[in-house]
């Protein structure tokens, strides 16, 4: 088989110069491999996929991910410039950031930790899991056949366990240490664009946000009981002693929330968490948040509360103060595509791959999460002009196409081009009207 579908070259073109002359060839392989494949994302696997489980070189498709040498940022900054191009060529940049959990158990996985399951724990539960901690940064971007927001994979780092560092002697590297390398270089790769970041409370502290808020702007939840406080009034001609970084106290979220004199207003909100429209009430102000031996940080931050009492009310802050709040919870909610994008790991083959050695590992999964990205690019060639179809069940109705939809059609162009392929442009039978039929019908009978 090998045989590359036409559509998925012009959408990973823009990633060949990464790679040698005699390596690109083999990154098509494995990239179309992976795409068909439905059991483990092995290289085994994918090397039968692809008609070649007769190929006595098969090392050298080993190769690719342990020895050749690439980096994985650089297709990350390759893969941002195709999305931006193919899905956001305009307005703010909205990324997403999270951390996931790979499970991987063995003893030669040297950056293997145990870390909370956020996926089977709960506030009263507490359940541990072995394997890899990943940082992955996602551009949200409007999807058109999709008719809502996906989260794009494009940029994916190992944040190994404190253990790992100091095994090795080395100081520690902070999940929020990470998070400010990755927002740092990504606005670097598009200094152009204005980007805005959502995330969860994990990455609220305070030195990450003071690091990053002068290049990006970083929404993400606020703690009810945060210490707020007035912005420090101006300093007199001639004060001695250092500046005030503070004004007075300012009440917390949580009693601004069951206070009477709180000015609340309602809003609608459209795809609350993935449930449709949902009208609830805001309040919102100024502040600047303060704690000992830490920057301080001037936000905006926004009190939402259910009018029917179903959800507990929940604070979120902006970096930069000048937006609005209906804005802030609009570029926040689109965070909820994350959950949708990392329950898609299933259709990507992800916790799969069996490789051991740091280096293949490190390249193995952000490439396994980049084909989410990867699969977008190839179906936005493909889609036809009337939109995708999705498939229906009797017990799950569908009112748009997912990417389950997405990535049947990209294999269908897989297979179509490595059966049909060798078929002829030009048949031999060619479909007339039959208007004209009819009267090229009569002229012969008329000439007889």
């Known amino acids: 088989m090998a045989t590359i579908s036409s559509g998925l070259t012009r959408a990973i073109v823009g990633l060949s110069d990464l790679f040698s002359k005699r390596a690109w060839p083999l990154v098509q392989v494995l990239l179309a491999g992976a795409i068909l494949a439905v059991g483990p994302r092995t290289v085994s696997a994918v090397l039968r996929v692809m008609g070649l489980s007769q190929e006595r070189q098969f090392q050298k498709y080993h190769r690719v991910l342990n020895r ?19 899905f956001a060529p305009d307005g703010p940049l909205i990324m997403a950031l999270d951390d996931t959990i790979e499970r991987r158990r063995g003893a030669k996985i040297a950056a293997k930790g145990i870390y909370r399951d956020p996926v089977r724990s709960s506030h009263g539960h507490f359940v541990k899991a072995s ?18 927001c996906w989260a794009l ?28 390398q990755l927002l740092l270089m990504v606005k670097r790769w598009v200094p152009e664009r204005s980007i805005v970041v959502v995330a969860d409370s ?13 290049k990006v702007c970083v929404i993400t939840r606020l703690r009810l009981d945060a210490a707020l406080f007035d912005p420090a009034p101006q300093r007199a001609p001639g004060t001695i002693g250092r500046p005030r970084r503070k004004g007075e106290r300012q009440p917390t979220l949580k009693a601004i929330s069951t206070a009477k004199d709180t000015h609340w207003r309602a809003v609608r909100l459209h795809q609350w968490y993935g449930q449709g429209d949902k009208v609830v009430e805001i309040a919102t102000g100024t502040a600047v948040w303060f704690h000992k031996a830490l920057p301080t940080i001037p936000l905006r931050w926004v009190l939402v509360r259910d009018p029917q009492h179903k959800l507990t009310p929940q604070a979120f802050l902006c970096t930069d103060e000048t937006v609005e709040p209906e804005q802030i919870l609009a570029w926040f909610i689109r965070r909820w595509q ?24 490190a390249c193995t999964t952000p490439v396994i999460l980049g084909l989410y990205s990867i699969v977008s690019l190839t179906a936005r060639q493909l889609v036809p002009q009337d939109g995708l179809m999705s498939r229906h069940a009797a017990w799950y109705a569908k009112d748009s196409p997912t990417f389950s939809d997405t990535i049947a059609l ?39």
Request: overall charge positive; some cysteine.
């Open 338 to 361: 994350i959950e949708v994008t990392f329950e898609a790991r299933a259709h990507l083959g992800m916790e799969t791959q069996r490789q051991w050695s740091d280096r293949a590992i």
């Open 202 to 214: 994990s990455f609220a502290a305070l030195e990450l946000l003071d690091a990053v808020r002068r």
């Open 410 to 448: 990209v294999r269908r162009s897989l297979w179509s081009e490595a059966i049909y392929g060798g078929s002829g442009r030009q048949g031999d039978m060619l479909k007339i009207p039959r208007a004209l039929f009819d009267r090229l019908t009569e002229t012969v009978c008329y000439a007889a």
């Open 131 to 148: 394997g890899l901690r990943w940082l992955c940064l996602m551009l949200v971007a409007p999807i058109p056949w999709a008719n809502r």
């Open 68 to 86: 050749v040498k690439w980096s994985t940022l650089g297709g990350g900054r390759r893969l941002l410039k195709l999305l931006i191009e193919a």
């Open 153 to 180: 994979p494009f940029c994916t780092v190992l944040a190994p366990s404190e253990r790992y560092y100091l095994q090795r002697g080395r100081r520690p590297n902070k999940l929020t240490d990470r998070a400010r």
